[in-house]
């Protein structure tokens, strides 16, 4: 009894099996149901409706797509002139004034001036002509004494200012001593032509400001960007630091040997579409700045390389003129135009066609070992943007 239920048990899993395998086969692809069914091989579709055994197709590839690369032109910069002037000048003119000091009649008086650029302001003095003088002549520059003397003549020494007391904003206070008990008397000091002079420096020409343009494709296809320049100068103990900035980006911060060339990298990511400001300042001294120059490196043309292989059966059938070795490149554009170097084993060709595929027999009776036993390569390199569906080595009945 127990026999025949095991028999029973056996026989609906077999069934179970079966059923499974019938519904797998129902549901595969049309092509491998025959293929299993009437033990075929799968076709590969090499051409319209013509059928080819696996072992026909050599190569299949599936590229996607290929960029060229256009070429990146240098940009030259026109020569630079950063030098500094520095300018007696004129500050302050003040009208004449008095300043007196008796028992019955006191009298100082205080001025004002300004300095636009104290920094660079330097040897500022305060000159005057005493057309009277009578006791000791006090003046302040900001709260600070500067000057206390009796003065002897109409020509009185210029007063230099200390830079230091020097700001934005100055008054100075003139006022005369005490007679004592001389209650008859009065000090009195008439003061005329008076200037405040100093040496200005213009720093306004030690910075120059150039532009260079990139085109969006350019940006992208640069590999590497360098900046070249030649500084020119008489001495580097007489000039200052050299800075040197591509869109606010320090690229170079030194005092450079004169008259040597300098090559500086240039950070790709400071780099824009478009307009590309360059600086070049210092902050003392002149320099001649020539031979000015951003040069770049291109990025290697993207090219693919396809291996395979050509056993000796497959020569055979080629030599014995039963088959043809055929490549065929699908484009996914059938109207632009589509233009690239092809080399096929170190044999050059190109490629330029509107049409949606390319096709070229690659056993020639020119040239018989274009297509060799063992291993051959396929390479491509776009002179155009190509996009590219698929790549195929086959061989097809002549």
């Known amino acids: 009894m127990r026999n025949a239920q095991s028999g029973v048990n056996a026989a609906v899993l077999v069934a179970i099996i079966a059923g499974l395998i019938i519904l797998y086969i129902i549901f595969l692809p049309e092509a491998e149901r025959e293929s299993i069914l009437e033990n075929k091989s799968i076709s590969k579709n090499g051409g319209k409706g013509t059928s080819v055994d696996d072992e026909d197709i050599l190569l299949r590839e599936f590229p996607g797509r290929l960029d060229d690369v256009e070429g990146v032109v240098d940009k030259a910069i026109p020569n630079v002139f950063l030098f500094e002037t520095t300018n007696a000048k004129e500050i302050e003119k003040i009208n004449p004034l008095v300043v007196r000091n008796g028992w019955f009649d006191k009298k100082d008086r205080t001025v004002s001036f300004g300095i636009d ?106 590999e590497k960007a360098d900046l070249r320049f030649v500084p020119y100068c008489k001495s580097e103990a007489k000039v200052g630091v050299l800075d040197v900035f591509v869109n606010s980006r320090e690229v170079f911060s030194a005092v450079p040997v004169c008259e040597d060339a300098y090559r500086q990298p240039i950070p790709l990511g400071i780099l824009d579409e478009g307009e590309n400001k360059i600086v070049f300042r210092t902050n003392k001294g002149s320099y001649s700045i020539e031979q000015i120059k951003v040069e770049f490196v291109e990025k290697e043309v993207r090219t693919k390389v396809y291996f395979f292989e050509a056993n000796e059966s497959v020569i055979s059938k080629i030599k014995s003129g039963d088959k043809d070795a055929v490549l065929t490149i699908e484009f996914a554009d059938g109207e632009k135009d589509k233009r690239a170097d092809l080399n096929i084993n170190d044999r050059l060709s190109t490629i330029d066609t509107e049409k949606k595929s390319f096709t070229k027999k690659l056993n020639d009776g020119n040239d018989p070992d274009f297509i060799q036993e063992g291993n051959n390569f396929v390479e491509i390199r776009p002179r155009t943007m190509l996009d590219i569906v698929e790549i195929r080595v086959e061989l097809k009945d002549r």
């Open 117 to 222: 650029d104290t920094e660079n302001t330097d040897n500022v003095i305060l000159s005057f002509n005493a057309g009277k003088y009578d006791g000791i002549l006090t003046i302040k520059l900001n709260n600070e004494v500067i000057y206390e003397n009796d003065v002897e003549s109409e020509i009185v020494s210029p007063i230099k200012l200390s830079k230091s007391l020097l700001e934005d904003s100055n008054t100075l206070e003139f006022s005369v001593s005490s007679v004592g008990f001389r209650f008859w008397k009065t000090n009195e000091y008439n003061l005329e032509n008076i200037k405040i002079i100093g040496d200005i420096t213009d720093k306004s020409k030690q910075e120059s400001r150039n532009v260079f343009i990139l085109t969006a494709t350019e940006l992208f296809n640069i």
